[in-house]
Structure formats: structure tokens, C-alpha cells
């Protein structure tokens, strides 16, 4: 749109202060964009190095030396996925129940009370949750889950090796923890926001509660649900301190679950400082920029389910 | 009213999308901020501002250095960032800082790339204790280099193997498993174990190697000197290496090490200085020596020096005055400030080594010390 001459007369002040409005969130809006643009010719420009070096052998080797000046980022991308699909797995489940039982089950009394103290876990600092980690969490997992874990199913390969407390298992146990909180919120809006006369007819169709929430609601909230999956999926990715503290930072790919580990921001976090050669800290660039290339994958793979998905169902309603 | 209001508005975010994005410009060309560092301001009243980065190991000792050192040159303010070894390496050589600091020494590749000639001055040095988890033995678990290095490299790997009862024959070691904990972050730590395995085992030395950071051939990675302690403490059977500073302020057990000489040695700061007056006389001219496995019979020997990078040729004469004249008194006065601290005192060998280092930092070949 064209900014016209008259605007600035006092007269049109309301339509003044419209456009100008629109003119500020607008440079708002475009500085995000720019932002991202600048974040990926930075870590392209940092990264320039290593990728010249390596290539695409970089996704592919595991082999990960700072001494002989090889660098490999296998380990490190199987380690932030299966941790963090690991936490979405137990959290899922677990933050979709708490969703549902504070909006169709719970008591008036007992709802703000646990959405408080949900709410309250998503603003501890991640530093203290690897803290507690380490030395509550790691502890408990080595004496108690692991032994248990191996007993019962220690015929799987999942569950096999030294119980060592730290490793894979920790790590997405604690990112568990730490993104239920931010699942459960948005998955209780998100079910809250389904209309009353959906349930209702559901409910006047003679369905149970099971069944109005998985006929009539979570259908409906579907698309929701899953920008929550996305948002804490995010936070898994990026989480840093926490993980870092328990998952073992071992450079390995291993089957067994507990195993020690090792993710992308943590070997960014453990070794950019004191990373004293021009092509390592360029290798760690390419891990951001890969790190920074996996989240925007995920995302989009998320959405093209979402679409695939809502598409279907709309193709089946007609 | 209303209008005024919002072009109030308008206007302070327009100033802050300039301030923004002048910022970001500012950031994107690395090379033009070096150069305020080197520019002059004798004319300017007010302490001279001297700007240093680099180690995070002898942070705590350089901030009490420079915080006391401003009682007594009023003139001077020292504003050090501890960015780790690698950032003060980096900034040195683009001069972005007056001076640097670096737990290991630069390479001959590294110096190859600087602009000028640049000293390592030793102004402290750290002892590295192997701490150890097993139920029932506070203290006076014995290991030799040969038997550290092949925990570290995983071929031992029970507490009661033959090699550890051998050393250690009054204690009841148990037939648990060895769990090795060692720091997952760069360090400086990890550079003195590293160089210690390096000295005394071929083998590590070849697969290996040192660095800050390293390929364990086995073991756990723990954040930081509290992250390996924490895994150990929690861990039946874990060994691992911490700052020796750490391990006394948190009591932990730690072994004693047979040194070069056949003793067995606990970590002590004075074991530390011995140390590095065993290795005095045979330092070269550069001061970028190893101190590790010293020949001297008292010293314990996992120990390292951790330097401040220095430009021989200064570019400005009133800075560079400055920054000689602290470093003298940090390696006279200052040292009374190390063993508080848990850091141990630099030997008399080392310190007049030092002297001359200092003496030859000149302007236009002028020195720059005033005594």
C-alpha cells in the first residue's frame, strides 16, 4: 500500500495511526525473517571450513578426534534424535492424560492447583534440572530403573550393558520431564478450545467419556496437539545444560539405551570455548547449522503430516 | 494527546530498530572492532582501561590479582573475560585485547600466524588430582603412570586387577568395575592429564594424544570440575581427574601418584611448585614447557603452568607500559595471593626466567619497565 500525503494532517490522526501501526508490526514481522536469514549465513559463513573439508561425509562419520583434526557429526545427530524422540514418547502420553483430566475430569478445586504447579515446572531453569539430574535422577535410574529394565526386558537390545545411571535413558527421561509441562499447557487450551456441542453430541449419541474424547475430541484437536508435539519437540532438541549433565558425553552410537551418549548443542556447549583451531570451531558451526537444519526439517515434516492428515479427512467428509 | 502519544511511541521504536541494526552491522565486520585495542588515549583522564581474555582456570587468582592490583596502581583497570583457552588465543592474535591467557601453551603454528612475536609468561600452576569412588578407602590408594594410562585407555578394568592390588597391597580393593569419568568440556584440566598420559605412555600418546579436548578411548563425560566429581561421588568404582583446588574445597578422595623418582606423591600445592623447580633449569628459552612427570623427588606429577600471552613489540607505549608493569607485579607481589586460593606459587627459578621475558617487552625497542 502507498502512504498517502494527507496523513499527517491532524484531522485523519486515526488513520494515521493505523498505518503506522501496520507499517511497525509489519518491520517487526520482516526483522524476524531477517533474523533467521542472517542466523543461516552466519553459520554457513562459520561453518564454511569443515563443510569444505568434509563434505557429506560429516553426516556419515562417527568419528569424532580434536587431536588429528577429524570431525564427524553422526554420533551427535543420533544422539539429540533418539533423546528426544525418547522424550517425547513418555511425555506424550503423560501431558495428553494431565490435558484431559484438568479439562473433562478434574474438580474445579483440583484443577488450578495442578495447572499451577505445571505451569511452575516450565520455569525452572535448565541448569538446575541437569543438577538434579546428576545427582537425584542419574542415581535412581542406575539403582532402581535400570536393574528392573534389564531384569524384565534385558532380552531387548535396548536394555542391555552396565547400569551406569548416566547415558541415553537419563537424558530422555529428564527432557521428558522438562517439556511435559509446555505440552501440558498448550494440549489443555488447545482441548479446552473444542466446542461444548461437539461433546454434547457425542455424549447424546450414548458414547462413554473414553469414547466422546477420542471421537469427538481428539479429532478436533488434532492440529492443535500437534504444534504442542512441535513446541516441545523444539525445546527437546535444543535443551543444552540438562542434557549435557546426564546423557554421558560419549561420542558413540549405541543400541542400548543405556549407554552413554551425546547431542548436538552439548558438544556445541562442552567444546566452543576452548576450541583452539579454525577448523574445529568451524566443525562446531556446521553442527549448529546442522542442529538448526534438523528443527526446521522435523517442523516441516510435521506440517506436511498435518496436512496430509487434514486433508484426508476432509476428503473423506465430502 | 492521543497523537502525541503514539508518535512518542513511533519514534522510540524507530530508535530502537536503529540502535538494532546498527548493532548488527557493527557485529558483522569482526576486523574493525580491533582496532580501537591498539589506538592510544594518553590525552584521556580517568584509569587507563586494559582489556585481557582468554583461561578460565586461573580466573579466580587473575580477578583477585586484578582487583587487588587497582589498590595499588589507582591508575589502572584490568577487565579480563574468561572465555576459555582457545578465545584468548584467538583475540591475542587479532590484538582485540592488551593481553592474553591460555592454559596450554600456542603451537609453533598458532604463533606462526599472529602478527608479532608474542611471550608466554607462566604466572601460576595447578596440580590435577586423580579422585577415586570406593566404598570403605578414604585415602592412600596408590597408582603409577603405566596403570593411569591403562585405565584411561580401558585395559584395566576391574578394581581388583593384579596390576592395582600389586601397588596397593595393604588395601582390600574390590572386584568391581573400573567406571573412568573425565571432563567433557575444554579444559585446561584435561590439557595436563592429557600431556601427563602423553609423557608416560607411548601408546596414548599415539592414539590419543593432548588437547583441551580429546577422543577418550573410554569413559564418561562430565560438565565441568563438579560434573566429574558429581558422576564420581555417585558412582561405586569411578575414577576421574579434577582441579586439585576442587577436590580440596569438596573433599574428596583422591590417590597418590608415583612420580619419575619412584615416590608416591599426594597433591599438594608445594608438591606443585617442587614441581616446576625441577623443571626450571631445563626450560626452553620460550617458557612453553611441559612440567609434567618432573624429575624432582618430591613433586607431584600431574601438574601444568597456564600462561599470559603478551606481545613482545607493543604498539602503544602507554597500554603496553601498563600491562608490563601488572605482570611484574603478579609475578612478585601477586604470588602471595595463589596459595589462598589453592593455586601454587611460581618457584624462584621461574620467576626471574620471568623477569627477563618481561625486560625484553619493548616500544620501538625501548623496554618498558620502569625499574
Redesign the interface.
Known amino acids: 500500500m502507498t502512504i498517502r500525503p494527507n496523513l499527517i494532517r ?1 484531522q485523519s ?1 486515526h488513520q ?2 493505523d498505518q ?1 501501526f501496520r507499517l ?1 508490526t509489519l ?1 517487526f514481522a520482516l ?1 524476524m525473517l531477517g533474523l533467521v536469514g ?1 542466523m543461516v549465513l552466519e553459520l554457513l559463513q562459520g561453518s564454511w571450513l569443515s563443510l569444505l573439508r568434509f563434505g557429506w561425509s560429516f553426516l556419515t562419520d562417527a ?6 583434526e577429524n570431525f564427524g557429526a553422526l554420533p551427535f545427530l543420533y544422539g539429540t534424535l533418539i533423546s528426544s524422540l525418547l522424550a517425547l514418547s513418555i511425555a506424550l502420553p503423560v501431558s495428553l492424560g494431565i490435558a484431559l483430566f484438568l479439562t473433562e475430569i478434574a474438580p474445579q478445586w483440583l484443577y488450578r492447583p495442578i495447572s499451577f504447579v505445571v505451569e511452575l515446572l516450565a520455569a525452572i531453569p535448565s541448569v538446575v534440572y541437569g ?1 538434579w539430574g ?2 537425584v535422577l ?2 535412581w535410574v ?1 539403582t532402581h530403573l535400570q536393574p528392573v529394565l534389564s531384569r524384565f526386558f534385558g532380552y531387548l537390545p535396548f536394555f542391555q550393558g ?1 547400569a ?3 547415558g541415553m535413558l537419563s537424558a530422555g527421561l529428564i527432557l521428558a520431564v522438562m517439556i511435559t509441562p509446555i505440552v501440558t499447557a498448550i494440549s489443555r487450551e488447545v482441548i479446552m478450545a473444542v466446542p461444548t456441542s461437539q461433546r454434547e453430541a457425542a455424549l447424546a449419541l450414548g458414547a462413554t467419556r473414553w469414547e466422546m474424547i477420542r471421537l469427538a475430541i481428539l479429532p478436533y484437536a488434532r492440529s492443535g496437539l500437534l504444534g504442542a508435539v512441535l513446541l516441545g519437540l523444539g525445546r527437546a532438541l535444543g535443551e543444552t545444560m540438562a542434557v ?2 546426564v546423557i ?4 558413540e552410537i549405541a543400541i542400548s539405551l543405556f549407554a ?1 551418549g ?1 547431542s548436538m548443542a ?1 558438544v556445541i ?9 579454525a577448523l ?2 568451524s566443525a562446531l558451526m556446521e553442527i549448529g547449522l546442522l542442529l538448526f537444519g534438523v528443527t526446521m526439517l522435523l517442523n516441516f515434516l510435521a506440517r506436511l503430516m498435518l496436512w496430509r492428515l487434514t486433508g484426508a479427512v476432509a476428503g473423506t467428509r465430502e | 494527546m ?2 502525541r502519544r ?1 508518535i512518542i511511541l ?1 519514534m522510540v ?1 524507530l530508535l530502537l ?1 536503529t540502535l ?1 541494526l546498527g548493532g ?1 552491522g557493527g557485529n558483522s565486520q569482526p576486523a574493525k572492532t580491533a582496532e580501537p585495542a591498539k589506538k592510544s588515549e594518553p590525552s584521556q583522564s580517568g584509569p587507563l582501561l586494559l582489556n585481557g581474555a582468554g583461561a ?1 582456570f586461573p580466573y579466580p587468582l587473575y580477578s583477585k590479582w586484578f582487583d587487588e592490583y587497582t589498590k595499588v596502581n589507582s591508575n589502572v583497570r584490568i577487565n579480563y573475560q574468561s ?5 584468548g ?1 584467538n583475540q591475542i592474535t587479532q590484538k582485540t585485547v592488551n593481553f592474553g591467557a591460555s592454559d ?1 601453551p600456542m603451537t609453533d ?2 604463533l606462526s600466524k599472529a602478527p608479532g612475536e608474542i611471550l608466554h609468561i607462566p604466572t601460576t600452576s595447578g596440580a590435577v588430582a586423580v579422585a577415586y569412588n570406593l566404598p570403605g578407602i578414604q585415602s592412600g590408594l596408590k597408582l603409577d603412570a603405566a596403570t593411569l594410562a591403562d585405565i584411561y585407555l580401558g585395559k584395566i578394568k576391574k578394581w581388583n586387577d593384579s596390576r592395582l592390588t600389586k601397588l596397593n597391597p595393604d588395601l582390600k580393593l574390590p572386584a568391581t ?1 573400573i ?1 573412568v569419568v573425565h571432563r ?5 584440566t584435561t590439557f595436563i592429564f592429557t600431556d601427563y598420559l602423553s609423557q608416560v605412555s607411548a601408546e596414548w600418546k599415539e592414539k ?9 578411548p573410554t ?5 565441568g570440575n563438579e ?1 566429574v566429581a ?2 564420581i561421588l ?2 561405586p568404582g569411578g575414577i576421574g581427574y579434577v582441579e586439585l583446588a576442587y577436590a580440596l574445597q569438596n573433599k574428596i578422595a583422591y590417590a597418590q601418584l608415583k612420580n619419575q623418582a619412584g615416590k608416591f606423591i599426594e597433591p599438594s600445592l608445594p608438591a606443585t611448585t617442587v614441581a616446576a623447580a625441577g623443571m626450571a633449569d631445563k626450560m626452553p628459552a620460550d617458557l612453553r614447557v611441559s612440567i609434567v612427570n618432573s624429575p624432582a623427588p618430591d613433586a607431584y606429577p600431574i601438574v601444568g603452568f597456564t600462561w599470559i600471552l603478551i606481545y613482545k613489540n607493543q604498539d602503544d607505549p602507554v597500554k603496553g607500559k601498563a600491562v608490563v608493569d601488572m605482570l611484574w607485579w603478579a609475578i612478585h607481589d601477586g604470588q602471595k595471593y595463589a596459595e589462598p586460593l589453592h593455586y601454587a606459587r611460581l618457584p624462584e627459578q621461574v620467576v626471574k626466567l620471568n623477569e627477563a621475558k618481561i625486560k625484553s617487552i619493548n616500544y620501538q625497542g625501548k623496554s618498558l619497565l620502569s625499574q
Open positions: 491532524p490522526s494515521w495511526q503506522s511497525l518491520v526483522a542472517l568419528d569424532w578426534d580434536p587431536v588429528f543438577l546428576l545427582f542419574a542415581p542406575r552396565p551406569l545411571g548416566v549435557t549433565m554421558g558425553n560419549r561420542p552413554p551425546y552439548s556447549a562442552n567444546e566452543f570455548s576452548e576450541a583452539t583451531y574445529y570451531l | 492521543h497523537g503514539s513511533l521504536a530498530i538494532t548488527c578460565t572465555i576459555g583457552s582457545g578465545g588465543i596450554g603454528e598458532q568395575d567406571v567433557s568440556d575444554g579444559s585446561g590419543v594424544g593432548k588437547s583441551t579436548s580429546v577422543k577418550w569413559g564418561l563425560g562430565g560438565k560434573g558429581g558422576q555417585q558412582t
